[in-house]
């Protein structure tokens, strides 16, 4: 089993920034690619970027695109998205996710999740 415990979230006005981070525990050794997706109310869950863990490949959303910045402490088992330039419609529950590195903007993919973690973002 793997655990993912996400930390950061809160309430930021438009235009600002947030750091999220996920933190991998446990039988790590088999997770290939860390994601972040996000669920806004009465949406579907949606890709928001994700990393190869070996090499460092990553892949973003058209929607966060040269706002958001994915990346990995391979040390500390931890990936962060750096959240800049903000908008009311980034506001979401965030997921970390972690699985085998295919598909990997399919949510299906992964085998595990973490909590989820609130942003908020004000207009």
Not at 28 to 36: D, H, I, K, P
Not at 68 to 91: C, G, H, W
């Amino acid at each position: 089993q793997v655990r993912l415990v996400e930390s950061g979230g809160g309430l930021v006005q438009a235009g600002g920034s947030l750091r999220l981070s996920c933190a991998a525990s446990g039988r790590t050794f088999n997770t290939y690619a860390m994601a972040w997706f996000r669920q806004a109310p009465g949406k579907e869950r949606e890709f928001v970027a994700a990393i190869r863990l070996s090499g460092g490949t990553t892949l973003y959303a058209d929607s966060v695109k040269d706002r958001f910045t994915i990346s990995r402490d391979s040390a500390r088992n931890t990936v962060y998205v750096q959240m800049n330039s903000l908008k009311p419609e980034d506001t979401a529950v965030y997921y970390c996710a972690a699985g085998p590195y295919s598909s990997v903007t399919d949510a299906v993919t992964y085998n595990y999740w973490g909590q989820g973690t609130q942003v908020t973002v004000s207009s």
